[in-house]
Structure formats: structure tokens, C-alpha cells
């Protein structure tokens, strides 16, 4: 076993999906890759490179069909999936593209949803730091707001909430600022950028957005990393 001290490191990764007629298609086969612990990198590259399948093996949402991935020391896909499900709970934060916030509820209860799989945060302090979270983040007057009701960046930033609601050490975020226009697009980057620094949270996200690249430690090109994009179909 692989020891380190990154807050994350895969080894040997690699991940091919069914083609059809007992064929597939290896979309990722990655060279060693670490994040030092409280580091924001940028994945950036082409459409199709394996960037958010990347995110959801390291997530441990998405099983590598060869290779390790440690999160916090741990190799997470050595884990039974109820054990691996809560460790994402209090160890990964993750922001998706496209929200996924759930409809029928408010602003404060999303992020509350999120701490019912946790034990990081006391049963007793979650509803103030539920609060905290979103009025740090600008929604203190949108707490009982329901996301239909929100704009999408204000959307973005509960989601933002959600991903930080348990305190993980690590967040990944998948084009977070990709469906807002520019001043929202500073604004939610900012925010999220602030959160990691004062937190010593490692950020690991996916944007081809020059202003997000340059706002980080490290910009890996999936073309660089990914070799499997040098291969065809088996």
C-alpha cells in the first residue's frame, strides 16, 4: 500500500465503460496524480477528456476498473460502499454543474439535508451553521426561499453551502461558474476561493474558464494526465 501525505493520490487509475457487443471504451488512464493537502488545482481540457468522471472516482460516486485512489489517506474503494458513502459524507464536498439542488425544499433546509449523513457537525449546531454557511455566502435574506425561486447564482452558492455543510477537507467542483454570467461568475469564485484559503481546504476543480485557471496553484490538462486519450476504442 501506498503511503502519503497528499490529501489526494491515485495510482494506476483507470476507467472504461461497456461499447456495445462485449466491447468498451477506456475513458481514463491517468499517470500518477497527488493533491498536496489545502492546494487549489484546475483540471481543465477538451470535452469528452474524462474531467468529471475523473471528479466522481475521486468522490468514490463512480468505481475505477483498475487502480487506487486515497482520499485522506484512505483507499476509499477498499471500503463497502455504506463505509465509503459516509466518508464522502464527512470527507468530500462536492458542487456539481448543474446544482442539484432538490426543488420542494428551501435554501436552509438543502444544506441541512446534507448533514443528516454526517456526524461532523452536532445534531445541535447544524441549523446555525446552516445559516452561517448561506449568510456568509450573501443569502442571509434567502434562507425559506425554494431554488425555483433563486437566481442561479444564488442557486450556486447554496449548492456551494451544501458541499461545505460538514466541513470536508476536500471540495471539488465541477464548472462552478460555467452558467453565470461574468460579475456572478466573480462573485461565486471569490467566495469559494476565500471559504478554501481561510479553511485550508484542498479544491479540486474542473473549468476552462482563463479566470478560474488563473486563480488557482496548478492547471492539470486532462491531455497530459490522461493517456488513454492517445488510444481507440476496444
Known sequence: MVQTQAAVALQGVKKSFPLGHDGQIEVLNLAPLTLSAGSTTVLKGLSGSGKTTLLNLIAGISVPSAGK??????????LPEPQRDRFRAQHIGYIFQTFNLLAPFTALENVLLS?????????????????ALLSQLGLSTRLTHKPHQLSRGEQQRVAMA???????PLLLADEPCASLDGRTAKVVLESLLAICHQAHKTLLMVSHDATVIDAADRALDMSEINHAMDMEPI
Do not use: C, H, Y
Not at 451544501?162 to 470536508?168: D, G, K, S
Open 69 to 78: 485512489v486515497w482520499v485522506q489517506n484512505t483507499d476509499i474503494f477498499a
Open 115 to 131: 448533514m443528516r449523513f454526517s456526524p461532523a457537525i452536532p445534531k445541535g449546531e447544524q441549523r446555525q451553521r446552516a445559516q
Open 162 to 168: 451544501r458541499a461545505l455543510a460538514n466541513n470536508p
